[in-house]
């Protein structure tokens, strides 16, 4: 694995990602390291095939040889600029980084993993399309998309925030939902140990 990307995937595993401190320094980094600096979940990613010519069997054949490659894309949500390419026969990392993506185009499936932004009430059908536009396809991109791309589209800081409000309230229901579990949990562990004291009483009543 190179070093910078080396580098990369230990940022990756620590958590919590500091993004105001990406944001800070992502105007003076080339594409690939704003790629390396940004939490995998939050990238607009993309396996793909393509042709490429080999140049030792076209030379040894005397003519044009080509093989199928596979190929990631890896975009920054809301940076139309930022374009990263990859030959997976150079560079078989990215298989690691992003392996439930590459599992999907495996099996020629949909790539896109999260909530589907027409999920969010509050977007129009038109900026929901003005989003993708700009590789923005789900809740989790929109809500944690660097700032330093939302101030380039009118009304994205306050749509991120939202996005972010929205998947927040789904943890909160969900950690009822678990808590209400364990309740239950709890209560039927509760009611099966009466059960068995009252077994054992009447066992040594009947003696």
Same mark, same amino acid.
């Given at each position: ?121 509050? /977007? =129009? ?7 993708? &536009? ?5 809740? #989790?991109?929109? +809500?944690?998309? !660097? ?28 950690? /009822? =939902? ?7 949990? &709890? ?5 099966? #140990?009466?059960? +068995?004291?009252? !077994? ?8």
């Amino acid at each position: 694995m190179p070093e910078t990307f080396a580098v990369a995937d230990a940022l990756h595993q620590a958590q919590p990602t500091n993004f105001d401190a990406v944001d800070s320094r992502m105007l003076f980094q080339s594409d690939g390291e704003r790629v390396a600096n940004m939490a995998d979940s939050k990238l607009f990613v993309r396996f793909f095939t393509k042709s490429v010519m080999n140049p030792e069997k076209s030379e040894e054949a005397k003519r044009a040889i080509y093989e199928t490659h596979e190929f990631v894309n890896i975009k920054i949500p809301g940076d139309k600029n930022n374009d990263v390419v990859k030959d997976l026969a150079l560079e078989p990392y990215y298989i690691q980084r992003f392996p439930e993506h590459y599992a999907r185009f495996k099996k020629g499936q949909e790539q896109v993993i999260g909530t589907p932004l027409n999920a969010l009430p509050f /977007l =129009r059908e038109e900026q929901v399309e003005e989003y993708k &536009a700009m590789n923005i396809r789900t809740v #989790e991109q929109l +809500a944690g998309m !660097a700032d330093v791309q939302a101030q380039t589209i009118l009304g994205s800081i306050a749509h991120k925030q939202q996005a972010q409000k929205w998947l927040d309230s789904f943890k909160g229901a969900e950690q /009822l =939902r678990k808590d209400f579990e364990a309740d239950k949990e &709890a209560q039927a562990a509760q009611i099966a #140990e009466l059960q +068995a004291k009252i !077994a054992a009483l009447q066992t040594q009543a009947k003696k």
